[in-house]
């Protein structure tokens, strides 16, 4: 498994994209879902992340990496799909897959991959155009909401999950920020701190500008939190910093975040189901598979039943000989 040493650098990268996207939640006219998803996907280019003054660019983690004897490099590919325009109606913008890969080349038993439907909402501001606690996610749709659950349920597996598009508690009001890190301190105040992503955590809790003051989360379908103040006082029980959701699927240990509902622990035996070819090929966008799916009437009939995701997101990581080096 990885290092604390590559954890580490692997986490501020994507921290340096969620800073990207996230600021643009704070301008005079915030990005809506569709457009925020379109610079995610943008910025795993490395010359865009370039262009966009990304913090610490991708060439940068692999300059990083390369100083140590450790065999790590990681690879980012987007797919933008292409549908029939019959498909149009299964189609959404806002939403994509991401597929999670880590390759051990040294010991095969540490190799892991989990595929993701992402559905995207974003926080919205006051009517003064600031972000508070009670900031709430505007855009929830309750019949979409309940053709995700009927999906899951019928493929049996714990695939899906909502894409939060917040602001970073830096870029709002004292009085915010404050509310925000004590939520987090409240929800991680019983931690034990142990093992490699728990030492991690307790170091990023330490630092002046946490990984986990995040502006982009991954929630539970279930329980999508209702608010900005929600969101951080549910870290890591309902709500993960996307950077953290990345790594968990690459670390080792017990850590009790681990154990946790929002971990990959809990669901990998699930990406394993009878059904896990059939996810993966909706994941990645691929709309043969429509056909050969016997869907629940939710989800066939002729309603807007926007399950496909517009792009795929895959994240590898690889330790071994074969790995990217740039």
Request: hydrophobic share 40%.
């Amino acid at each position: 498994m990885l290092s604390p040493r590559a954890i580490r650098l692997i986490l501020r990268h994507f921290d340096a994209l969620d800073e990207a996207v996230a600021k643009r939640l704070t301008r005079k006219r915030p990005w809506q879902e569709e457009a925020l998803t379109g610079l995610l996907c943008d910025l795993l280019d490395a010359e865009t992340q370039v262009e966009e003054k990304v913090s610490y660019t991708l060439n940068q983690l692999h300059e990083d990496l390369a100083k140590s004897d450790e065999p790590v490099g990681i690879r980012l590919e987007i797919d933008s799909h292409q549908y029939p325009k019959h498909l149009e109606r299964w189609v959404t913008q806002a939403d994509f897959g991401l597929i999670i890969k880590y390759q051990d080349q040294f010991d095969h038993n540490h190799s892991t991959s989990a595929a993701w439907l992402m559905q995207a909402k974003r926080a919205f501001p006051a009517r003064n155009g600031d972000y508070e606690t009670n900031s709430k996610f505007a855009s929830a749709d309750a019949a979409q909401d309940a053709r995700m659950k009927a999906l899951r349920d019928w493929a049996g597996e714990d695939f899906i999950r909502y894409f939060l598009y917040c602001p970073r508690p830096r870029d709002l009001q004292q009085p915010v920020r404050e509310a925000l890190n004590q939520a987090r301190t409240n929800a991680l105040s019983g931690d034990i701190f142990d093992y490699t992503l728990g030492l991690e955590l307790r170091d990023d809790m330490l630092s002046a500008s946490p990984t986990i003051a995040a502006g982009l989360f991954v929630s539970m379908l279930d329980e999508i939190p209702k608010t900005l103040l929600e969101t951080h006082s549910s870290l890591f029980s309902r709500t993960t910093p996307f950077s953290w959701f990345i790594i968990q699927h690459m670390a080792n240990g017990r850590h009790s975040i681990h154990h946790r509902r929002a971990s990959p622990e809990s669901i990998r035996a699930g990406t394993r189901g009878r059904r896990s070819r059939e996810i993966e090929q909706l994941v990645r966008g691929d709309h043969r598979v429509l056909a050969g799916m016997e869907l629940p009437d939710s989800l066939s009939l002729d309603t807007q039943a926007r399950i496909l995701p517009a792009h795929t997101i895959t994240i590898s990581v690889i330790c071994g000989l074969d790995r990217p080096r740039q």
